[in-house]
């Protein structure tokens, strides 16, 4: 059964600290792993989409990675701003199609203090 | 584009009321599907829909049930509901490996 570990659950860090949310899955054979973002009582918002075949995507100051055969995923934020606090999840899909389900881990709640 | 659409946003039942919650997308998404978010627990899949008429259950089944008439709307019903269904509510949409969340609807079970 896939699982899904975020750790830290929670982050404190002064603003233009350059930060790592980290997240692990314990079941290799992924399609692929989405980082969101959740803003307190809101719903989430995709933020960056890896296939199983890719090792990165980019997207402005935020850059996901991806190891498979560790079993890891990387979240990297940089310059941190205030406006980035927030809670961050990952989740995996286990297989292509439209019945594969994602996985979510418990996430990460960011503090970012100006 | 709406996106996705959820009502209501809060809802307060008493023990063995049942209601319907009511979601909507219109980017003409085939899956559609209900997640439950519970301090602790995470996000945990409910039901599912890969299309008009086709149904599956997810990992949390027991309490609700939905059904898919249309490609636009997912309804999911609470027929008995119990305290244990307090939580906030989220449906999501998308294509194959993406997903588009709604603001969520947070239910009250006294």
């Known amino acids: 059964k896939q699982e899904v570990t975020q750790i830290p659950a929670a982050l404190s860090v002064p603003e233009g600290e350059n930060l790592v949310l980290n997240c692990s899955f314990t079941d290799s054979a992924i399609y692929n792993l989405q980082w969101f973002r959740q803003d307190p009582g809101k719903g989430l918002t995709s933020l960056l989409l890896?296939?199983?075949?890719?090792r990165e995507q980019t997207s402005g100051r935020l850059n996901a990675s991806l190891d498979k055969s560790s079993g890891r995923s990387t979240l990297y934020i940089a310059a941190s701003q205030p406006g980035d606090s927030a809670t961050y999840l990952c989740?995996?899909?286990?297989?292509?199609?439209?019945?594969?389900?994602?996985?979510f881990g418990q996430g990460t709640t960011l503090q970012v203090k100006p | 584009n709406a996106g996705v659409t959820q009502t209501p946003k809060f809802q307060v039942l008493k023990t063995g009321q049942s209601m319907t919650l009511q979601c909507a997308q219109d980017?003409?998404?085939?899956?559609m599907s209900w997640y439950r978010q519970d301090p602790g627990m995470g996000l945990r899949l409910i039901h599912y829909s890969v299309g008009a008429g086709i149904t599956d259950q997810g990992e949390v089944p027991n309490g609700y049930n939905v059904s898919r008439s249309t490609t636009e709307d997912f309804p999911l019903r609470l027929l008995s509901a119990a305290p244990s269904q307090t939580s906030v509510y989220f449906c999501?949409?998308?294509?194959?490996?993406?997903?588009?969340f709604g603001p969520g609807t947070r239910l009250t079970v006294l």
């Open positions: 890896i296939q199983s075949s890719q």
């Open positions: 980017m003409n998404h085939e899956y």
């Open positions: 999501a949409s998308g294509p194959s490996g993406s997903l588009y």
């Open positions: 989740a995996v899909k286990s297989r292509a199609g439209n019945t594969g389900k994602l996985i």
